[in-house]
Nanobody, 119 residues
């Protein structure tokens, strides 16, 4: 599975962005997808996750009510609608997928997309 993010950028505080993650390859094996982020000097953290069918989502407390994760199965693409952005949201955002492999799972990562929020 290959994951390619796009849609990051520079935005002012209070603004919105909608990065996307396009999956290709053995996408039939994907069980769930997620967005992580990593700010300079900090550990990578989970932002939001969604099951393959889109029937279940969860969010980090810091983004609840502001971010919405969604997916389009037909396009094998996942999105993260980010509203009311603040400078603390500045980070590299990574797409993550968990895929079935044999009796276990394998983790895939995208290359990341930079999100910068100016005050």
């Amino acid at each position: 599975v290959q994951l390619v993010e796009s849609g990051g950028g520079l935005v002012q505080a209070g603004g919105s962005l909608r990065p996307s993650c396009a999956a290709s390859g053995s996408t039939f094996s994907i069980a769930a997808m997620a967005w992580y982020r990593q700010a300079p000097g900090k550990q990578r953290e989970l932002v939001a996750a969604i099951t393959r069918g889109g029937d279940s989502t969860n969010y980090a407390d810091s983004v609840k009510g502001r971010f919405t994760i969604s997916s389009d199965k037909a396009k094998n693409t996942m999105y993260l609608q980010m509203n009311s952005l603040n400078p603390e949201d500045t980070a590299v955002y990574y797409c993550n997928a968990q895929g079935f492999k044999g009796l276990g799972y394998v983790t895939y990562w995208g290359q990341g997309t930079q999100v910068t929020v100016s005050s």
